[in-house]
């Protein structure tokens, strides 16, 4: 059985009446919602619903004009830019559409950031990045430029760095978008098995097919608003 | 509206800050080259234009009257190579009985000329009229200031000779004559000489003049010809001090334009990189490549217009005090120290087309791009070297921010180069600065007393409204010394002087009295003059003339002679003028009287009780604190700190402009680097230790480019001989601290911008491609 405390426990992310206005537009009209443990999340929704908005206030990128927004205990409010990136680097992990690796390091080296810039030292960065591309079937890739990945591969190295530093939650933005089906299908499949092992996931997408196969809840999306809330069973 | 000109208006509003940064860059460096063009033009074009206005003797000729007949001196003006010629006119070498305002002491040159007018050397009215009778007298002042109230129709007696009646005032850029009287007046004043004037086809040179002069006076009887001035000899006199000062406007000028050309031509590189995707949509949009080039000429000219109008209006407002430092105290005649038209014209001008010019190489290439590569552009990968290097980079026991940024400058190579360049030679700039701070601060200390405050007591002239002393020179000096807190008296006497075999004018301070023990910092080889037939002279004085220390020279006063020997080069000084003792005088003028006494008085000293002890004593004595300041010093540094500090800025906005493009184009990066956890601070670090590299290796190269370029400059002014105690300034804590100038050019450049980026917020950016 499980206790009121035992549940406000295993909130990962909590948003309470969450509003974001740019000058006149309302991107988030009131939202409230709740993430646990070990959950799959995602958002769905017309483009300009409010969808990254929702991951940027998540991710601590960017804040609410009004209402709180706490992840794994922590109230993005109460930080500055400094706690903020702290708190990035320890409880988040993000994935992109676009992948955002640095063309200029190597796979390895991009996964490796992610660590070093909390101080691990190199060697041990570069080991733990390793393990990471390993576990992610691209180890054999890890001294390519991203120029020379392919997008699938790509993704990969960008999620083997979002979980560098083992995060809270891991925060995808379509991240199936700019990939052909293929790579797409790895990614999805790569998402599940991560979820499998218990890693939260809030996922941000316009594919039903990724929100079907990898989450376990939709929230849909619609003027900023969640207008509708979902179990999705086949994962329940 | 033609639509390059909306879409170089468009350019300029969206790159605000680039705009102001090309406006101030430029704006310091017009500033800057137009004060150094100015001063390089003062120095000869007045002086040429004055000169020429008065059709200017070229050589100004003295014959000894008992050797040559007017009718010889006559047909010289008729020799191949004479262009006109005036003359012959008698010329009297006599003294003044009294002394007369705005006339030295000494002999006195007075030359019957009939009129002003003639084919050559006009010399220009300053007031009054020319002598027309007997009995009259014209004087020659240096400049055409106002004349001396009370000084038209006053006496002047001149001694075996009569008193003559001030008539008139004229100046003459030739320097012909202290005075001048009708032929007739000349018989009673008893000339020994006679004096041609001359000008030639062939004088450009020094050469030239001197062949076209021999042939002049070919055939005449050897040793007739006794002395000879030249317009090269006046020019020089005329633009000495400013020459002093060109090496270091000019080099100071070269730096700001070097520094300007790199950052013009980073600024616009860097807006044709960072634009890329703009080009590319302006030329699908149907713009022609010339279209696209012209956009990005028009969006650099317009704060480079606007800077360049500004920097010449800074520029014409700093000449006036400028100019004035580097005449003050010059026989400048008519001629208007000023700054010619074209000056302005180069900067406003030049400028502009110069930073066209730099611009124009990455315009062109935005104009080789094909639309749908600029589109695209912006993520090509790198390759080679630089990859290599950030992975061992990434490999090091550094901060992964530290490692990142010292990474950054091998992803735009040329930007760096530029970049690190323009921090070069702001450091070559705060080396040499420095330097030259330290080596003029040693320079003026070594004119300034030891100890105690110094006194400069003028015997009272009648002809300036003030007393005559009452007391003899003796009595004066012994008065000076006797009264309480003096510490030293010396009594100069100057004098006009000639040296045997020299047709060079000149002039001597001859000293007695108590030794300054200090004046030994003024020599800068040899010692200074102890006893009789000893002298020193300056730098300029010495190589005029061909002599070294060491070397023996006849001294000769109105018919008298004696030896002297060249025992020590002063660092600096009056290039007419050579210091000797009072006994060396007392064989050319046994009755030389001073005519200005120097006090030295103990530390602590109530200087005013002293000056009031003085006039109390002798009202004919005028007492003056003396000046120890040295302008050449000052001025030099204050020049020096001004434009180092124009050109520290010019750099660090440089840095500043890189570090913005640098955060603009990777923007993306540095929005993923946010999303997985980079500090604010680990930001500014990333961005701020790119550019402190560069900083590093910029002062490890512009140390020793200062270094040079410091003794270059103090072993070139001709007019000061700096001993090596004062070029020896370099220390190691000094370097040390130098070698982070790089460095701090590079941090206060890049640290404004690193913290707007670190303040950027990134949500967008991570999600748009």
Partial sequence: MTTDHDRDRQVVVRLDDVHKEYGDLKALDGVSLEIRAGEAVAVMGPSGCGKSTLLNMVAGLDRPSAGTVQVNGHDLGGLNETGLALFRRRQIGMVFQFFNLLDDLPALDNVALAAQLTGTPAKQARHRALELLDELGIADRRNTYPAALSGGERQRVAVARALMNRPALLLADEPTGALDSRSGEQVMDLLIDLNQIGQTLLIVTHDPKLADRCAGRLVEFADGRVARESVLEHRS | ?769
């Fill in chain 2, 1 to 769: 509206m033609s639509a390059v000109w909306r879409a170089a208006r468009a350019a300029v509003k969206r790159r605000r800050l680039q705009t102001v940064v090309i406006g101030l860059v430029v704006l310091c460096s017009t500033t800057t080259v137009l004060l150094a063009l100015g001063l390089l033009d003062a120095v000869s074009n007045p002086f040429d234009k004055a000169f020429e206005q008065q059709r200017g003797a070229q050589a100004t000729v003295v014959f000894d009257a008992g050797r040559v007949t007017p009718g010889q001196l006559a047909d010289t003006a008729a020799r191949p190579g004479v262009q006109a010629a005036a003359g012959p006119f008698d010329r009297a070498t006599t003294r003044l009985a009294e002394r007369v305002p705005g006339l030295g002491d000494g002999v006195f040159q007075v030359v019957g000329r009939a009129d002003p007018g003639g084919p050559v050397d006009r010399p220009a009215l300053v007031g009054g009229r020319w002598a027309a009778a007997p009995g009259e007298i014209v004087l020659n002042q240096e400049t055409s200031h106002p004349v001396l109230p009370g000084l038209l129709g006053s006496k002047v007696r001149l001694t075996d000779g009569p008193e003559l009646t001030v008539v008139g005032v004229y100046t003459s850029m030739s320097g012909s004559a202290d005075a001048w009287a009708v032929p007739e007046q000349m018989a009673a004043l008893h000339p020994t000489a006679r004096q041609m004037l001359y000008r030639f086809d062939s004088a450009g040179t020094e050469q030239e003049l001197d062949r076209s002069l021999d042939r002049a006076t070919e055939g005449l009887p050897a040793g007739a010809r006794t002395a000879v001035n030249t317009s090269f000899v006046l020019e020089r006199a005329f633009s000495a001090s400013a020459k002093a000062y060109l090496p270091f406007m000019g080099l100071f000028g070269v730096l700001g334009l070097a520094v300007s050309v790199l950052i013009v031509g980073n600024v616009v590189s860097g807006a044709v990189v960072s634009g890329f995707r703009h080009i590319g949509v302006l030329k699908a949009l149907g713009f022609t490549p010339n279209q696209v080039v012209g956009v990005y000429l028009t969006m650099v000219s317009l704060p480079a217009v606007v800077g360049a109008a500004l920097g010449t209006a800074l520029g014409a407002a700093l000449a006036e005090p400028v100019l004035r430092v580097a005449f003050q105290g010059v026989m400048r005649g008519t001629a208007e120290i000023g700054i010619s038209p074209w000056v302005y014209l180069v900067g406003l001008l030049g400028l502009p087309v110069l930073v066209l010019l730099a611009a124009l190489v990455p315009a062109l290439r935005a104009h080789r791009l094909p639309a749908a590569r600029a589109i695209s552009a912006g993520s090509a990968p790198r390759s080679g070297r630089a990859l290599r290097v950030q992975q061992w980079l990434g490999g090091t026991r550094l901060p992964r921010a530290v490692s990142l940024g010292l990474g950054q400058p091998l992803a735009r190579p040329a930007r760096t180069a530029l970049t690190m360049a323009a921090i070069l030679l702001g450091v070559v700039t705060v080396t040499l600065t420095t330097g030259l701070t330290s080596t003029m601060v040693a320079y003026a200390e070594a004119g300034k007393s030891e100890s105690g405050p110094r006194l400069a007591v003028w015997a009272g002239r009648a002809g300036f409204d003030q007393t005559e002393p009452k007391l003899t020179d003796r009595q004066a000096e012994e008065l000076l010394r006797s009264l309480p807190g003096a510490a030293r008296v010396s009594a100069d006497a100057i004098t006009e002087v000639g040296l045997a075999g020299y047709t060079q004018p000149g002039g001597g301070f001859f000293r007695r009295g108590d030794q300054d023990p200090g004046a030994a910092r003024q020599i800068a080889e040899g010692r200074m003059p102890t006893g009789p037939g000893e002298l020193a002279a300056s730098p300029t004085f010495l190589s005029r003339r061909g002599l070294s220390v060491g070397d023996r020279v006849t001294l000769q006063l109105d018919g008298r002679r004696t030896e002297a020997t060249v025992v020590g080069r002063t660092i600096d000084g009056d290039g007419r003028f050579l210091y000797s003792t009072w006994s060396t005088l007392a064989e050319l003028d046994p009755a030389a009287e001073a005519a200005v006494y120097q006090v030295q008085l103990k530390p602590g000293t109530d200087v005013q009780a002293y000056i009031d002890a003085v006039r109390a004593a002798d009202p004919g004595l005028y007492p003056q604190p003396a000046d120890d300041g040295s302008l050449p010093a000052e001025t030099v540094v204050s020049f020096a700190s001004v434009f180092t500090v124009l050109l520290t800025v010019v750099a660090c906005l440089g840095v500043f402009n890189t570090v913005l493009l640098n955060t603009r184009e990777r923007r993306r990066d540095l929005g993923m680097l946010k999303s997985i956890g980079m500090t604010p601070r680990q930001v500014t670090v990333m961005f701020v230790t790119s550019m402190a590299a560069l900083g590093l290796v910029a002062g490890l190269i512009g140390i020793p480019v200062g270094m040079v370029a410091h003794r270059l400059l103090v072993d070139h002014v001709g007019a000061i001989d700096f001993p090596a105690a004062m070029k020896d300034v370099w220390h190691l804590p000094g370097l040390a601290l130098l070698g982070l100038a790089g460095v701090a050019i590079a941090v206060l450049g890049a640290f404004v911008p690193a913290r707007s980026a670190a303040r950027l917020t990134i949500a967008k950016v991570l999600h748009n491609e």
